[in-house]
């Protein structure tokens, strides 16, 4: 199966009345869920400080302070992981949603 969700941002520079909607909404899934269909997982994992793989160190299937959420941003699909207060969200979308590194709103 591709992976078709995108990292597409998080709710400090997302909007806040859409990500109090996308949170009021949304439906625990598991790690294996968010890995199943959301790609550049590992990238974002190594850049909070996680162990990928092998290495050594904290990985995110052993911290008990991160979970992971389905739910709608803006009417799209997404998954979120909420982590250290943040909400970090991959859409639905068959691109990613960037332009010069800046994100597109969708709403």
């Not at 625990?28 to 550049?40: A, N, Y």
């Amino acid at each position: 199966m591709n992976k078709k969700y995108y990292y597409y941002g998080n709710c400090v520079s997302l909007s806040g009345h859409r990500i109090i909607e996308m949170v009021d909404n949304a439906k625990p899934v598991t790690l294996k869920t968010i890995r199943k269909h959301c790609d550049g997982v590992d990238d974002w994992a190594v850049s909070a400080g996680y162990a990928v793989g092998n290495n050594k160190g904290l990985h995110m299937k052993d911290d008990y302070a991160i979970s992971y959420y389905k739910s709608k941003y803006c009417g799209t699909p997404c998954y979120y992981i909420y982590w250290s207060s943040i909400e970090h969200v991959w859409l639905d979308v068959p691109i990613r949603l960037r332009q010069n590194d800046t994100v597109w709103q969708l709403c």
